[in-house]
């Protein structure tokens, strides 16, 4: 049977309400324009990005800027990030890729602390998969060396996944909005809530692969996705929910191969119909 891909979208505003920013190619008396950082997953890499990277500098969207490899204490960067560029691109690749979220969470705040100095850039907007997620939210939880502007959240775990600590049709919203299962990632995001800045904009963007009828992307179920509005929902300015269907929706092709994803992704940054 064929199963053709399609695609569900929400709109929940938050307590802001807004759907803009002032401006997506914010500069600095530097002259440098604001960094997207792309932020990759559990076990994974830096190739996580590339063709996003590809179809944006095709597209005439972005541009690549940097590649800013965290290993402990020290950061490596390679490329060139330049004052032309309006649309910079920063990959962030994590040595140890399978570090826990607090710890990912604490290198990334020394990255920003880095742009800040050596780009006196001021604000930054994100991508990021899977466990990336909970890097970026728990980073910004604890502290904002950059005001964080806009975020594309991809398959986010935020209560649980298969394998480590949830199963299929285990969990659900319940009528109060809150699931019925509270994963210890979804119970660190709330007690995190109380410190998230107001000012986020947030694109939450799951899969359903349709993998044994489980409404999963065969990782992390939706429930589990969902479950970052009633963790946090209502600390942001405004909030989108996107459902995208199909084998190019599984866990591991959604940020890698998924053009819906990645023209919804470019939209929502830089504010295009």
Same mark, same amino acid.
């Given at each position: 049977m064929l199963i053709l891909p399609l695609i569900a979208f929400v709109l929940i505003l938050g307590a802001g309400g807004q759907q803009h920013?002032?401006?997506?190619?914010?500069?600095?008396d530097s002259g440098y324009h604001r960094p997207t950082l792309?932020?990759?997953?559990?076990?994974?890499?830096?190739?996580?990005?590339?063709?996003?990277?590809?179809?944006?500098?095709?597209?005439?969207k972005a541009q690549y800027a940097l590649t800013a490899v965290i290993n402990g204490e020290r950061i490596n960067y390679y490329?060139?990030?330049? =004052?032309?560029?309006?649309?910079?691109?920063?990959?962030?690749v994590f040595a140890n890729n399978r570090a826990s979220w607090d710890r990912n969470a604490t290198w990334l705040n020394h990255l920003l602390d880095q742009l800040r100095n050596r780009y006196h850039v001021h604000s930054f907007d994100a991508i990021a998969h899977s466990r990336g997620t909970l890097d970026l939210l728990t980073a910004y939880s604890h502290s904002q060396p950059l005001q964080l502007r806009r975020a594309v959240l991809v398959a986010g775990p935020y209560d649980g996944a298969y394998r480590r600590d949830d199963f299929p049709h285990a969990n659900r919203i319940l009528s109060n909005g809150k699931p019925l299962?509270?994963?210890?990632?979804?119970?660190?995001?709330? =007690?995190?809530?109380?410190?998230?800045?107001?000012?986020?904009?947030v694109l939450n963007i799951m899969g359903d692969s349709h993998w044994h009828g489980t409404n999963s992307d065969g990782k992390v179920a939706n429930v589990s996705s969902?479950?970052?509005?009633?963790?946090m929902g209502p600390r942001f300015?405004?909030? =989108?929910?996107m459902t995208v269907y199909g084998h190019d929706?599984?866990?591991?092709?959604?940020? =890698?191969?998924?053009?819906?994803v990645m023209d919804a992704a470019m939209r929502f940054l830089w504010h295009e119909s």
């Open positions: 920013t002032n401006s997506t190619e914010a500069s600095t792309l932020i990759h997953g559990f076990h994974a890499g830096e190739r996580t990005y590339d063709h996003f990277i590809d179809l944006a500098e095709q597209k005439h490329g060139d990030w330049t =004052r032309t560029m309006s649309h910079p691109l920063i990959k962030v299962i509270k994963h210890p990632e979804y119970r660190e995001l709330v =007690r995190n809530a109380q410190f998230f800045p107001d000012g986020v904009h969902e479950a970052l509005w009633p963790a300015s405004s909030y =989108r929910e929706a599984s866990h591991h092709l959604i940020i =890698r191969r998924n053009h819906r």
